[in-house]
């Protein structure tokens, strides 16, 4: 490997900038467990604002966030109906199950789902088949390479969950991401549900934290089951201040990062070696043949200097952050075809 690595393997390695750290420095901080640290209390109070809810639980990751909607909103023996290779179903590691004793159902496919298919999977609750205690949204959609799941779909999943009185949460790990491609305000975006989760850590680039939102009642139920799991915090506002920067910051340059996608995809799609999917944000996802092990080809780009993984058996995808510029997408670009080419 070289020593100048273009590291696409995910956007969560990107490391917090020169001004975010001195934000951070500068942080005015207290014990968040008392509620008495400002920066977290800004923070939480811009993103409620800027979903349209209520209120908003500052929490260490993604993972935690989700599990704490699971838990605020479900009860044991609860199905969880989510889309096919949802986050919350492949990589939080059987966390419904083991911390709320509730079990993620498929439905559609991994570009989502419709009404239909939701209000089929109630109507088998009828034959016995577990009860929806959850409807769970994702957007983007993490494992089909960031697409943004169709905001008129979504509006009519949610009248269907409220007709018939399911509470619906929307994982937005990278909802920033979704605005920013669709043009949907945020609140827009979160208005299909009543919890949903966001990530400073992956394309805004802060070093640690997720935010859980919803109504008052909600987040101060998940706020007591955030101690339970471990992730109350104290001088938090340290980290809490990196968000607010990302906010002022990172958000309208995730512009860059979705045009540098679309720049891999194009300068990469004539390779025979795989088919090139169109991105719709900031990942590329490039299908093999004939169901290849896509580790064959990541693991000499990873020698070349290109850092990368499977995305899935046969897939490979390529994420663009902050730490990637133009030029280093140009030169992934001459590397993976002097390799793969
Ligand atoms: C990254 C991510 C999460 C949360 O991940 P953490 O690593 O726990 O912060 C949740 N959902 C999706 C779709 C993600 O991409």
Redesign the pocket.
Known sequence: MSAQAIDLRSD?VSKPTVAMREAMARAAVGDDCYGDDPSVNELERRVAQLLGKPAALFVP??????QLAVATHTRPGDALACMVE???QV??DASPARLSGVQAMEIGDRHGFSAADLDERISEERWGWPRVGLVWL?N???LAGGRVWPLAQMQAIAELARTHARPLHL?G??LWNAHVASGCSMAELASVADSV?V?L??GLGCPVG?LLCGELEFVARARASRHAFGGALRQAGILAAAGLHALDHHVERLRDDHRRARRLWQGLSDLSCWRAIEPETNIALFELPDRGDADLLCAPLREAGVLCYPNKYAEIRLVVHLGVDDNAIEQAIEWIRSVLG
């Open positions: 969560t990751s993604g993972t935690m966030a989700n949802a986050h919350v990589h939080e994702e983007t959609l993490g994982d790990a990278r989760s990530c850590s992956k997720s």
